[in-house]
């Protein structure tokens, strides 16, 4: 299988911070990465696919960035509203495998 | 609008037996993968396996594999997983989510989850 290393597990940062979340996979996955958002309580939601597609309902201050086995998720102004855990996913090989999980408070 | 909504909250004891729901509206059911995913408290998420509803075909991970069992029902555009014999560790939330177009693409919808409780 496929393991997905996301790092940090947590990071703090101030409202307006450029924030960038990093996701390590154990073998060249080309460009087939997603990564989800998921708020407190709540089922998780796709941001972005094929590691720097967004979604149409994600707005611009998000970004990916990556291929092969190292990616990015950006946030360039982070806002109370993107308090939440973030999640990479590999799709390249079976079984798809998450990432841990980056999770994103305000400082 | 693509809509998968999920059967509701479930109290079973250790050794039941259990099936969980997953409606899908909006779309062409048979032709898009459907996935389940597993979040334990406090946890991340687990990938279980996806569904193809056309012909049923199946990917389970290594580590579900055996343990529970998916399948669906064309004729009501709803996918189900199931479990034989529950165990406590069983406990979690299960999400069931559409795929992207073809076999290996990323997951687009999600259901609201469906939090399955398994104690004595």
């Known amino acids: 299988d496929i393991q997905m290393t996301q790092s940090p597990s947590a990071l703090s940062a101030s409202v307006g911070d450029r924030v960038t979340l990093t996701c390590r996979a154990s073998?060249?996955?080309?460009?087939?990465l997603a990564w989800f958002q998921q708020k407190p309580g709540k089922a998780p939601k796709s941001l972005i696919y094929?590691?720097?597609s967004l979604q149409n309902w994600v707005p611009s201050k998000f970004s990916g960035s990556g291929s092969g086995t190292d990616f990015t998720l950006t946030i360039s102004s982070l806002q109370p509203e993107d308090v939440a855990t973030y999640y990479c996913?590999?799709?390249?090989?079976?079984?798809?495998?998450f990432g841990g999980g980056t999770k994103v408070e305000i400082k | 609008e693509v809509q998968l909504v999920q059967s509701g909250a479930e109290v079973k004891k250790p050794g039941e037996s259990l099936k969980i729901s997953c409606k899908v509206s909006g779309h062409s059911f048979p032709t898009y993968w459907i996935g389940w995913v597993r979040q334990m408290p406090g946890k991340g998420l687990e990938w279980m396996g996806v569904?193809?509803?056309?012909?049923?075909?199946?990917k389970y991970s290594p580590a579900f594999q055996g343990q529970v069992t998916m399948s669906v029902d064309k004729s009501i555009s709803t996918a189900y997983l199931q479990w034989s014999s529950l165990k406590a560790s069983d406990t979690a939330m299960y999400y069931c989510?559409?795929?992207?177009?073809?076999?290996?693409?990323?997951?687009?919808?999600w259901g609201q989850g469906t939090l399955v409780t398994v104690s004595s």
């Open positions: 094929d590691a720097s």
């Open positions: 989510a559409r795929q992207d177009y073809g076999d290996y693409s990323s997951l687009l919808e």
């Open positions: 073998q060249d996955i080309s460009n087939y």
């Open positions: 996913q590999q799709y390249h090989n079976y079984p798809f495998t």
């Open positions: 569904i193809y509803p056309d012909d049923s075909k199946t």
